[in-house]
């Protein structure tokens, strides 16, 4: 159960790391705001740990269905920029699909996290595709969202 609220902080995370190599201002923006989204929800299923399942599976649903929404903004943005953003396009939409049903199912007789693996899953898979995707593609000097290696990357 730990690892539900993991899987959304590890999610804040990559959007940090994303975040300070980004280089366009308004993908930035949209990674701040679901990496405090993340958080929030890391800390939210955490509670619907303790508090019931069904609070937990519904944080994580709000949580899927925002993140996915966010994720799909910002690939959608970089698209003509910078390649591999198929699998985040598909990721993200997923995302928010995936999250109506987790919504749905918090509101069942029993909620449980079974029907949360197969989206884990299929978010690391993705999360793994794109991240060869935008390796293989990278230029010569540049890291895997397109920045100058050796610049600065605060955000």
Do not use: E
Not at 5 to 27: E, F, K, P, T
Not at 116 to 128: D, K, Q, S
Not at 131 to 145: I, K, T
């Amino acid at each position: 159960m730990l690892l539900l609220s993991g899987y959304v902080a590890w999610d804040a995370c990559a959007n940090l790391i994303d975040m300070r190599r980004a280089q366009d201002g308004q993908s930035v923006r949209w990674q701040r705001l679901n990496a405090g989204l993340s958080v929030m929800a890391a800390l939210g299923v955490a509670a619907g740990l303790v508090l019931g399942m069904a609070l937990a599976v519904g944080v994580f649903g709000a949580w899927a269905l925002g993140s996915g929404l966010l994720q799909l903004t910002v690939a959608v943005g970089r698209r003509r920029t910078s390649k591999g953003q198929a699998f985040m396009i598909l990721s993200g939409a997923q995302s928010a699909l995936a999250g109506l049903f987790f919504i749905a199912v918090a509101l069942t007789p029993r909620p449980g996290i079974a029907q949360i693996a197969p989206y884990a899953a299929f978010g690391g898979l993705y999360f793994l595709l794109a991240a060869g995707m935008l390796v293989r593609w990278r230029q010569p000097g540049q890291d895997s969202v397109g920045a100058t290696l050796g610049s600065d990357m605060t955000a």
